[in-house]
T-cell receptor, first 114, second 116 residues
Framework: AQSVTQPDIHITVSEGASLELRCNYSYGATPYLFWYVQSPGQGLQLLLKYFSGDTLVQGIKGFEAEFKRSQSSFNLRKPSVHWSDAAEYFCAVDEYSSASKIIFGSGTRLSIRP | GAVVSQHPSWVICKSGTSVKIECRSLDFQATTMFWYRQFPKQSLMLMATSNEGSKATYEQGVEKDKFLINHASLTLSTLTVTSAHPEDSSFYIC????????????FGDGTRLSIL
């Protein structure tokens, strides 16, 4: 079955440390890939997206993600986290690459240690 | 740009009443709008997809008579939870898209619905 997997439910990192959130997908073709962030009680904000081209994508708030076709992964990274980065992060896939239905991963909750 | 406004942000009502949630694209025309439901500490589950002027397409397991969706204009979609019961309490989020293949969905801030 087609799916999006975020293997880490909860991650805690120290402020200033680097961050990597994992995302794997299981689709035959290359879908459109997204990372969204959700603060408590709020909607989702798009951090970055990958449609095609350069496999290293730069997003807002200093985030980047790298698409690796061989590993079916789209991991999110940030070199130095800030306390304000504490939130829920969702990886998502547009399986038909047509701005249609998005499938969300289960999310990774990021906590920041002072 | 690409702002989606959702209203109300929080609503509490008695069991048996109907509740309407609005989703507006403020600075773009949304050909397609999506409605999601999110349970505490869980991911978003797509409920339905609506295209302007057409009937909504509901995901499997979502009762279309329970969750009425209207997308009468390119900037407004509404979700009405009819005869709401406590089990309908949840966080509902809408998103909007211009419908082109290289444009992502833009999300509203969500509506927390509590049924007493």
């Amino acid at each position: 079955a087609q799916s999006v997997t975020q293997p880490d439910i909860h991650i805690t990192v120290s402020e200033g440390a680097s961050l990597e959130l994992r995302c794997n997908y299981s689709y035959g073709a290359t879908p459109y890939l997204f990372w969204y962030v959700q603060s408590p009680g709020q909607g989702l904000q798009l951090l970055l997206k990958y449609f095609s081209g350069d496999t290293l994508v730069q997003g807002i708030k200093g985030f980047e993600a790298e698409f690796k076709r061989s590993q079916s992964s789209f991991n999110l990274r940030k070199p130095s986290v800030h306390w304000s980065d504490a939130a829920e992060y969702f990886c998502a896939v547009d399986e038909y690459s047509s701005a249609s239905k998005i499938i969300f991963g289960s999310g990774t909750r990021l906590s920041i240690r002072p | 740009g690409a702002v989606v406004s959702q209203h109300p942000s929080w609503v509490i009502c008695k069991s048996g009443t109907s509740v309407k949630i609005e989703c507006r694209s403020l600075d773009f025309q949304a050909t397609t709008m999506f409605w999601y439901r999110q349970f505490p500490k869980q991911s978003l589950m797509l409920m339905a997809t609506s295209n302007e002027g057409s009937k909504a397409t509901y995901e499997q397991g979502v009762e279309k008579d329970k969750f009425l969706i209207n997308h009468a204009s390119l900037t407004l979609s509404t979700l009405t939870v009819t005869s709401a019961h406590p089990e309908d309490s949840s966080f509902y989020i809408c998103s909007a898209s211009v419908g082109h293949s290289n444009q992502p969905q833009h999300f509203g801030d969500g509506t927390r619905l509590s049924i007493l």
